[in-house]
């Protein structure tokens, strides 16, 4: 009888593949616990070590549990500051001049171009301040009064430099001559009002701009800088335009009284004076004040 012949056995040559899987398992297991460390939503942490445990069956909830930090994020724009470091809000003012504008022009030209975003911020310097002129398409979207986050940069590196200085500030909004007319905003006035309001905004709230050196107004579209004939005019009407006031263009604005200057017995004025009395008088023997009405008509009047 023919002895059978015994065949070579066959030599698999992808048992790497099961380490791979094991590598890839615990790759993907660590990148999940660092995403969960990175929230702040213990309950979600919670839920992924639970998800781990079950998916690779080992473990008890004692030895898994899993408690996320409570700050973990973008760091916090509050930080202790060195022995004999000075908080530029606290420092003492000065006014800046032609020459702080130059200087200020210049800086920020340097971080606008380091950016990339010299197309979407004009700065010159005119008799009445420093503008800083930020066109729609870097700062809004069309139709639209919310600042993009991707501005914020901007905005933050500007307000730096507007705290070194006691200088008022004007926010003006611009729009070209095309009507505005939706539910938000009736006309062009609403709109260019409502963004330079959120610039303004933006500036104290989030960057520590003080709100005293500040007020927004809107122009519409009658202040264009270009012809609205055509749509790169148009374009570069829509803007807001930052301007730090010179001193000589100070005069002109609303000046900002101090605590002292308001009294207890009643409203204060600018003026220093007291408050006008009404002109009315009480009782029996009181003469009635003139009336500014037309007397009432005889029937009998013709026409």
Known sequence: MARKHKHPEHVNHERWLVSYADFITLLF??????????????????????????????????????????????????????????????KPKKKAGKQEFEKIKDELERMLMTKGALNKVQIDIQERGLRVSMKEGGFFESGKAEVKPEAYSILSELAAKLIKYNNQLRVEGHTDNVPMRSRTFPSNWELSSARATNVTRVLTEKFGVPADKMSATGFGEHRPVFPNDSESGRSRNRRVDLVILSAGAEGGEPKILEKHSFSDGGESHSDGGPAPEADIQEGPGAEAAPSSELPASDPGDGL
Request: zero cysteines; hydrophobic letters at 35%.
């Open 29 to 90: 297991a660590t990148f999940t616990a660092l995403y969960a460390l990175s929230k702040s939503d213990a309950a979600k942490a919670q839920a992924v070590a639970e998800g781990m445990r079950e998916a690779f069956g080992t473990g008890t909830p004692q030895m898994m549990t899993m408690e996320a930090p409570e700050n973990i994020g973008l760091p916090s724009k509050q930080f202790k500051k060195a022995p004999g470091q000075t908080d530029e809000r606290t």
